[in-house]
């Protein structure tokens, strides 16, 4: 039996993944950050079938006690602070939980497991103002700490991949949704105020720039890449993505029609929630994913909206 440790497992990513890998049969353990709510929420229906662990990606003498503990065969670094206008507001510890955090892990993995298989989620972010379509060999230009702490991660796991022989592999996903994305995230603020307006339980949505475009696709899809990333013989970099883009009007409309409602008459835009550096566009070209993994996305946007929208309970 394989054993794989999932750093963040009660995130979105974090429970899709530890799903897929109960289902395949590993001994799957997970990380949770102690709070004084609970806060596993998208792991209880296989809570009693996990292995959990706290741990932090600021901790690294707690990081490197727990893989000497659990010495795992596969590593997927799914922790750290994942939301990017937040990072303007604490960019240390966005760099400190993402770009240090990752060398955290990769130096206590070289002391206690070399051996593992390490996935880390490097992020479409790290592009930035980069020219769309962007593969694996476009150039990194972020705009945001969010962005530039991820560029630090990508870079220093090549590094070690190159320097000491690690199998390490980046995922940089595009943006993924489900109804497991978390509230502020923008997908799930518009479906979930668009099921809250319709049953009189919200009043209007207040958002930032709507004609940002994003590649937007199905979690669980892009889980399953993460895996098969560590399947393969030699560790790589792949860029996973639908490879279509959409505005956030194209979201709001899909949304918002979906319970029978037209979001001009109850979205405003709010200059609070504009970066002060913004990203116009991300569209990744997956073609590596698709000829070296067999991976394809399945779940079209409308599809994925509207799954949103019928999901969300109030």
């Known amino acids: 039996m394989r054993r794989a440790l999932v750093l963040g497992a009660s995130g979105q990513d974090g429970s899709y993944l530890c799903e897929l890998l109960l289902a395949k049969g590993y001994e799957t353990h997970g990380t949770i950050r102690r709070s004084s709510s609970f806060n596993t929420g998208r792991i209880d229906h296989i809570f009693d079938r996990l292995q959990l662990h706290y ?14 503990k659990v010495k795992p065969d596969e590593i997927y670094a799914l922790s750290a602070q994942s939301h990017v206008r937040t990072s303007f507001d604490i960019p240390e510890y966005t760099a400190d939980s993402i770009a240090m955090g990752t060398l955290r892990l990769l130096e206590a993995a070289r ?56 199998f390490i592999s980046n995922g940089i996903l595009f943006n993924h949704e489900s109804p497991r994305r978390g509230e502020t995230f923008v997908t799930r603020k518009v479906t979930r105020a668009a099921r809250r307006i319709y049953a009189g339980q919200q009043r209007e949505l207040l958002l930032g720039n709507l004609d ?4 937007w696709g199905y979690a669980p899809e892009y ?11 030699k560790p790589d970099d792949f860029v996973i993505a639908t490879s279509e883009t959409h505005t ?37 070209d997956a073609s590596k994913a698709k ?16 799954l949103m929208v019928d999901s969300e309970v109030l």
């Not at 940002?212 to 590649?215: E, F, G, L, P, T």
């Not at 008459?265 to 569209?283: C, G, W």
């Open 55 to 68: 741990s932090d990606s600021t901790d690294g003498s707690a990081l490197g006690a727990l893989l000497a």
């Open 111 to 166: 002391a206690h497991c070399p051996e593992a298989r390490i996935y880390n989620a490097s992020s479409s972010e790290m592009f930035g103002s980069t020219p769309a379509p962007q593969n694996e060999n476009s150039r990194f230009h972020p705009r945001s700490p969010y962005g530039c702490a991820k560029v630090f991660a990508h870079n220093i796991c090549v590094n070690y991949r190159e320097a000491y022989g690690m």
């Open 212 to 215: 940002a475009k994003r590649d």
């Open 223 to 233: 889980c399953y890449a993460m895996w098969l990333m560590m399947q393969q013989s």
């Open 248 to 284: 956030i009007r194209e979201l709001l409309t899909i949304a918002f029609e979906r319970v029978g409602l037209s979001w001009v008459e109850h979205v405003k835009v709010d200059p609070k929630y504009y970066r002060p550096t913004e990203v116009d566009i991300l569209q990744g």
């Open 291 to 306: 000829r070296v993994l067999g991976w394809t996305p399945k779940t079209k946007f409308k599809e994925l909206i509207e």
